[in-house]
């Protein structure tokens, strides 16, 4: 399939919207599936992602299609990789890929050990990170709206970086750490 060539830019206050948007689509499609409808109604009630995206937008950098649409959102925070999202609709087109080249090299930048969770339900990400040579050092049960899951630690070892085959043309959060998930 073809490859959507994005640009990397920072997250603005004008973006609440739309990165909203967008995670609530991710959230949809990845978490709700593996959650009782309980969690589901509760992540619905509570608007999942707002006060998320509203306090750390301007922290995220955000992949853009060349039409200007905002098609993945990237948020570094310390040595973690705190969320990491693209839009359903333009997932398997190198969008994760530009994300995670540019995740990494940041990460390393600032620590020997990055760091991730992930939920162990989320198969095709955990397959992703451990292709790119993430590996994981603890489980434990986190919370998802109200219901317990199980959640994989994982750590890059600057020297077992798996650099990808694609190119990289780019110059805590729903589903992703158990802390500052919405
Ligand atoms: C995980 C996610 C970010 C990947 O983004 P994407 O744009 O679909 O990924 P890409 O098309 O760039 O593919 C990335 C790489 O993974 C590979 N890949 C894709 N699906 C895969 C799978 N099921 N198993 C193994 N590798 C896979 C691709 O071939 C590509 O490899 P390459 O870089 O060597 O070419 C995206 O699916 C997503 O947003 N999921 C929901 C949110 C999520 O799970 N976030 C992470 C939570 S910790």
Redesign the pocket.
Known sequence: MA??NVTLRAGARDDVEAVKRLLDR??L???APELPLAAVARFAAQDGARAYVEAMVESFELAVAPDGRI??MLHLHGDE?S??????A????????????RAEAALLDRSAQPR????LS???????????GWREVRRFVGDECGAPVEIAELVLVAGTR?I???KANSSD?P??ASTERP
Request: glycine letters at 12%; aromatic letters at 8%.
């Open positions: 490859e959507l991710s959230w499609t990845t978490w098609v993945g990789l969320a990491m999202h693209v839009d359903p333009f997932q398997g087109l190198g969008v994760g890929r530009v994300l995670l080249d991730l969770e992930v939920d989320n198969t095709r990400a955990l397959a992703i990170y451990r292709r790119r798996v990808s085959s694609g959060p589903g992703n």
